[in-house]
C-alpha cells in the first residue's frame, strides 16, 4: 500500500501512543491494592463482628450487675424493716423468732447475691481486657487499609494521567492520517492486541517473528512500503 514517509512515521507514533496508554491501562488493571484492601476490609469485617459480640455480651453483664444491685438495695430496705419490726416486738417471741428468720434468710441472699457480683465483675473484666485486644487489631488493620487506599489512589491517579494523555496524544497524531490508513491501522491493532504495525526484519514479522516464504515476501516488498504479514495479519512496514 502507498505511504509516505511522514505517514509511516505518524504510524509509529499512534502505535507508541497506544502501547503506553494500553501498558498503564494494564498496569492499573493489575494494581495489588484493591485485592489487598478487599482481603484487609474482610478481615477487619470479621473482627468488627467479634467487637460487636464482646460489647453485646458486656451490655448482658452490665445489666445482671444491675440487676443485681437493684435486688440487694431491696432487700437492704427489708432488712431495715425487718429490723424496726423486731425491735418494736421485743416481748413477742414468737413473731421475733419469724423476723429473725426472715433476716437470715435476707443475708444469705444477699450473700448470694454478692457472689454473682464479684464473678460478674471478674467476667468484665476479662471482657475489656479481650475488647481492648480487639480494638486494637481494628485499628490497626483500619489504618492498613487507609495506608493500601492512599497507596492505590496515588498510582491509579499517575497511571490514569498517562493514559489520558497518551490517549490525547493519540488522537492528534491520528488526525493526519488518512482515512482508510488509520482505518486500516485501527482494525489490524484491534484484532492484535494494540500492536497493529510491525516491520518486515530480514525476512521475518518483527511481531510474530514467523519467516516469512521467498514468493510472499517478493509479494510483499512489491507492495512496499506496507504491506500485510501473511501469518499474524499486522500491518508491515517493508523499508
Same mark, same amino acid.
Given at each position: 500500500?502507498?505511504?509516505?514517509?511522514?505517514?509511516?512515521?505518524?504510524?509509529?507514533?499512534?502505535?507508541?501512543?497506544? #502501547?503506553?496508554?494500553?501498558?498503564?491501562?494494564?498496569?492499573?488493571?493489575?494494581?495489588?491494592?484493591?485485592?489487598?484492601?478487599?482481603?484487609? #476490609?474482610?478481615?477487619?469485617?470479621?473482627?468488627?463482628?467479634?467487637?460487636?459480640?464482646?460489647?453485646?455480651?458486656?451490655?448482658?453483664?452490665?445489666?445482671?450487675?444491675?440487676? !443485681?444491685?437493684?435486688?440487694?438495695?431491696?432487700?437492704?430496705? #427489708?432488712?431495715?424493716?425487718?429490723?424496726?419490726?423486731?425491735?418494736?416486738?421485743?416481748?413477742?417471741?414468737?413473731?421475733?423468732?419469724?423476723?429473725?428468720?426472715?433476716?437470715?434468710? !435476707?443475708?444469705?441472699? #444477699?450473700?448470694?447475691?454478692?457472689?454473682?457480683?464479684?464473678? !460478674?465483675?471478674?467476667?468484665?473484666?476479662?471482657?475489656?481486657?479481650?475488647?481492648?485486644?480487639?480494638?486494637?487489631?481494628?485499628?490497626?488493620?483500619?489504618?492498613?487499609?487507609?495506608?493500601?487506599?492512599?497507596?492505590?489512589?496515588?498510582?491509579?491517579?499517575?497511571?490514569?494521567?498517562?493514559?489520558?494523555?497518551?490517549?490525547?496524544?493519540?488522537?492528534?497524531?491520528?488526525?493526519?492520517?488518512?482515512?482508510?490508513?488509520?482505518?486500516?491501522?485501527?482494525?489490524?491493532?484491534?484484532?492484535?492486541?494494540? !500492536?497493529?504495525?510491525?516491520?518486515?526484519?530480514?525476512?521475518?514479522?518483527?511481531?510474530?517473528?514467523?519467516?516469512?516464504?521467498?514468493?510472499?515476501?517478493?509479494?510483499?516488498?512489491?507492495?512496499?512500503?506496507?504491506?500485510?504479514?501473511?501469518?499474524?495479519?499486522?500491518?508491515?512496514?517493508?523499508?
Amino acid at each position: 500500500m502507498e505511504a509516505t514517509p511522514e505517514q509511516i512515521s505518524l504510524l509509529q507514533q499512534l502505535q507508541e501512543h497506544d #502501547r503506553r496508554r494500553l501498558r498503564a491501562k494494564l498496569a492499573l488493571e493489575n494494581l495489588p491494592q484493591p485485592a489487598k484492601i478487599a482481603a484487609v #476490609r474482610s478481615k477487619r469485617e470479621a473482627v468488627q463482628a467479634k467487637f460487636d459480640q464482646i460489647e453485646t455480651l458486656r451490655q448482658r453483664q452490665d445489666e445482671a450487675l444491675e440487676h !443485681i444491685g437493684d435486688e440487694d438495695a431491696q432487700l437492704v430496705e #427489708r432488712q431495715k424493716e425487718t429490723q424496726a419490726k423486731i425491735d418494736e416486738l421485743q416481748g413477742d417471741y414468737r413473731s421475733v423468732n419469724s423476723l429473725t428468720r426472715d433476716l437470715e434468710g !435476707i443475708a444469705k441472699r #444477699r450473700e448470694t447475691l454478692e457472689f454473682e457480683s464479684t464473678n !460478674i465483675m471478674g467476667k468484665l473484666d476479662e471482657i475489656s481486657v479481650l475488647a481492648s485486644k480487639v480494638a486494637a487489631a481494628l485499628e490497626q488493620l483500619s489504618a492498613q487499609e487507609a495506608k493500601l487506599s492512599d497507596s492505590y489512589g496515588e498510582k491509579a491517579v499517575e497511571l490514569k494521567r498517562i493514559m489520558e494523555d497518551e490517549g490525547q496524544a493519540a488522537l492528534r497524531v491520528a488526525s493526519d492520517l488518512p482515512r482508510n490508513l488509520l482505518a486500516w491501522y485501527r482494525d489490524a491493532a484491534r484484532l492484535h492486541g494494540g !500492536i497493529g504495525i510491525a516491520l518486515l526484519e530480514e525476512g521475518r514479522c518483527g511481531a510474530c517473528r514467523n519467516v516469512i516464504e521467498e514468493n510472499r515476501l517478493l509479494q510483499i516488498r512489491r507492495e512496499a512500503p506496507l504491506s500485510t504479514c501473511p501469518h499474524c495479519g499486522r500491518i508491515l512496514i517493508v523499508e
